[in-house]
C-alpha cells in the first residue's frame, strides 16, 4: 500500500482530533461532519523527506475549509525516516499514524515538519532555487525574486531558522534576521492578497514601508487551480507592533492625566470621530500624550501613502481604481445589514453575560436595531464619489510594525474568516481608515478594562484610582489621537483622486464604515471576550448620536 493510500484512509479517522488541539484551526466554533485527503505532495527539503498535505474539512454547516499541513514521516518505532538532524519523533507529536503491509518500510508517523530545523532550511532552499514539486493530484511551486537574491547575498550563512511563538491563524519561520517565511494554514483556491498585495507593491510602486516580498509557494492542481501556500519576505526588525507601542505610551499618559483637577471634554471626536480632523488641538493634549502624537501623524501619512501606491496602476486590472456602481453599494449595504442582524441577535442571547457597565449599553443599541439598519439601507442610494481600490482589509495598530522611527504595514490577507474573494474585492479606502480609528478607541481602553498584558503596571493602576473619571480621560485620549491622525491621512490622502470630493460625503462614508466596524466587533467580542464588549457598544452608541 502506498504512503497515499495509507494517508486516503487514516485522514478521515484521525485529523479531527489533531485540527481541534491546534491554535491555527479556524474551525473550533463548528462541528466537523468528515475530513478528507486533497492531496500529498512530497518535498526533497534539503537532505529532509518531508510532505505537504492538504486535507478538506466538512462541517455540519456552511462552506467545507481546506487546510495545509507540512509533515515528516517517521517510523512507528521513534526513529526518523530520511532526518539527519537527530530529532527523534517522541520529541515531536505525532500528526497521524498508519499501518502498511509490505513496502520498503512498515508503519509510518508522521510529525509536524516545521519542528525540524532542517526541514525549515530546506523549505528557504526550495525557494531560493524555484524548485517544483509533483504531487498525486497537483504540484507545488516555489518561485523566487530579485529581492530575495539581494537578501541572500547580504544574510550568508546566518539564516538558522526559528519558528514565532503566538501565531494563530498561520504559521511564521523567521531565517536569521533576513527572512520571514508565513505559511497559510487555511488555504483556498486564489491568490492569497497577502502574496498578491505585497508583490504589488514590492516590484511595481516605490512604497518602502511595506516587508519586500521574496518568494512564495504555491499549489497548482491538475485542474490548473492555484493556491497560495506561503510567501517569503524581508524579515523588519522592529520593537514590536504599533498596539504595544501605543499602550506603552499610554502609560505615561495615564500617569499625567492623573495630576489633572478633572476629566475635561476638549473636542467632539468621542462622539464624532470624524468631526476631530476639523479641529485644532487643545494645549493639554500635546502636553499629556507627549511625542506619540507625532507617531499618529506619521502613521496618518503612511496609511494615505499605501492607498496612494495600491491606487497608482491603472494599467492592472486586479489594481485598477474603479467607479463606484448601485449594485455595489447595495451588496455592501446587504452585506452589513445581515451582520447586524446576527450580531445583534446575539447580543439578545448573550445579555446577561455582559459586565454591569456595558449592560445599559446594550439595552440601548438594542433598542436602536431599525435605525442600525435604515443607517445601512441608506447608504445603499446615497451618491457615492471617490473610486473603489484595493485595501489592507484588516487594517488596525496590530498589523504595523514600530521600527523605533518609523511603521511598517503587514499582513495583506484581509480577515481570515471572509472568503478570498470578498477579500480581493476593491472597496473604499475609509474602510481601511476607520478600521484604525476603531483601533485607538480599544487602546484608549484597555488600561481600564485590565487587557493592556504586560502594560498593565502598578504605576498605571495607581494613577487611574487616583482619577474621578478615567472612561472621560480614555475618551479625550481617543478623540486627540484620532484627529492628529485622520488630519495627517487626509492631508497626505489629497494627491490621490480615491476618495469623496466634499467633506460631507467623506463623513458620511466614513462613519458609516466605523458603525459596521464596530458592529463586527461587537460580534468578535460577545463570542470570545464578553467582558470587552463594552469598547464596541459605546462606539455604536457614540455614532448614533450622530446623522450618518
Known amino acids: 500500500m502506498s504512503l497515499y493510500e495509507g494517508l486516503r484512509r487514516a485522514v478521515p479517522e484521525q485529523l479531527a482530533a489533531y485540527l481541534l488541539k491546534q491554535r491555527w484551526f479556524g474551525g473550533k466554533a463548528r462541528q466537523i461532519r468528515s475530513t478528507e485527503l486533497i492531496d500529498l505532495v512530497p518535498l526533497q527539503a534539503g537532505s529532509v523527506e518531508a510532505f505537504v498535505l492538504l486535507a478538506r474539512v466538512e462541517y455540519d454547516s456552511g462552506p467545507s475549509d481546506t487546510y495545509m499541513l507540512p509533515l515528516i514521516p517517521s517510523s512507528a518505532s521513534g526513529s526518523p525516516l530520511g532526518d539527519p538532524s537527530g530529532e527523534q519523533a517522541a520529541d515531536r507529536e505525532a500528526v497521524l499514524s498508519i499501518r502498511r503491509q509490505g ?321 480581493r474585492a476593491k472597496r473604499s479606502a475609509l474602510q481601511d481608515v476607520a478600521s484604525m480609528v476603531r483601533s485607538f478607541h480599544y487602546a484608549a481602553f484597555a488600561h481600564l478594562l485590565g487587557a493592556a498584558g504586560d502594560s498593565a503596571t502598578s504605576a498605571v493602576n495607581a494613577a487611574m484610582d487616583r482619577m474621578e473619571n478615567p472612561a472621560a480621560w480614555a475618551g479625550n485620549w481617543y478623540a486627540w489621537a484620532t484627529s492628529r491622525f485622520l488630519g495627517s491621512y487626509f492631508d497626505a490622502a489629497q494627491a490621490g483622486s480615491f476618495l469623496p470630493t466634499s467633506r460631507e460625503e467623506i463623513s458620511a462614508v466614513l462613519q458609516m464604515h466605523l458603525l459596521e466596524k464596530a458592529v463586527y466587533e461587537l460580534g468578535y467580542e460577545l463570542n470570545n471576550r464578553p467582558s470587552w464588549a463594552g469598547i464596541p457598544l459605546a462606539g455604536i452608541s457614540q455614532l448614533l448620536a450622530r446623522r450618518l
Open 103 to 423: 513496502g520498503d518500510i512498515g508503519d509510518a508517523v508522521l510529525t509536524d515538519a516545521l519542528k525540524s530545523e532542517r526541514c525549515l532550511s530546506g523549505l528557504l532552499g526550495a525557494i531560493e532555487g524555484a524548485l517544483t514539486f509533483t504531487g498525486a493530484r497537483g504540484e507545488i511551486c516555489a518561485s523566487s525574486t530579485n529581492v530575495c537574491r539581494s537578501i541572500r547575498a547580504s544574510g550568508g550563512d546566518g539564516l538558522r531558522p526559528r519558528v514565532l511563538k503566538g501565531e494563530q491563524s498561520n504559521s511564521s519561520i523567521v531565517y536569521g534576521d533576513f527572512f520571514i517565511l508565513k505559511l497559510f494554514r487555511r488555504v483556498e483556491e486564489g491568490v492569497n492578497p497577502d502574496l498578491e498585495i505585497g508583490r504589488f507593491l514590492t516590484e511595481k510602486t516605490r512604497f518602502a514601508n511595506v516587508a519586500p516580498v521574496a518568494g512564495s509557494l504555491e499549489y497548482r492542481s491538475e485542474g490548473g487551480e492555484l493556491m497560495t501556500l506561503g510567501i517569503l519576505q524581508r524579515f523588519v526588525p522592529n520593537e514590536g507592533d504599533a498596539w504595544r507601542f501605543t499602550l506603552k505610551s499610554l502609560e505615561t499618559f495615564w500617569e499625567r492625566a492623573a495630576k489633572q483637577s478633572s476629566p475635561r471634554q476638549t473636542t467632539q471626536a468621542t462622539a464624532n470621530p470624524v468631526a476631530a480632523y476639523d479641529e485644532v488641538l487643545a494645549p493639554l493634549a500635546s502636553e499629556l500624550i507627549g511625542t506619540y502624537l507625532e507617531k499618529v501623524e506619521l502613521l496618518g501619512k503612511r496609511t494615505a501613502q499605501l492607498h496612494l501606491a495600491l491606487a497608482s496602476d491603472f494599467a492592472d486590472a486586479e489594481f485598477a481604481p474603479e467607479a463606484f456602481t448601485p449594485s455595489f453599494q447595495r451588496e455592501m449595504a446587504n452585506a452589513a445589514s445581515e451582520l447586524a442582524v446576527r450580531n445583534l441577535a446575539l447580543l439578545r442571547q448573550k445579555a446577561n453575560d455582559l459586565p454591569p457597565g456595558a449592560s445599559g449599553l446594550a439595552s440601548e443599541v438594542l433598542s436602536r436595531e431599525t435605525e442600525i439598519l435604515e443607517k445601512f439601507d441608506a447608504r445603499a442610494t446615497a451618491p457615492a464619489g471617490g473610486r473603489r481600490i484595493r485595501i489592507h482589509g484588516d487594517y488596525h495598530l496590530g498589523q504595523v510594525l514600530y521600527t523605533g522611527s518609523d511603521f511598517v504595514i503587514i499582513d495583506f490577507e484581509g480577515e481570515p474568516a471572509r472568503p478570498l474573494a470578498e477579500r
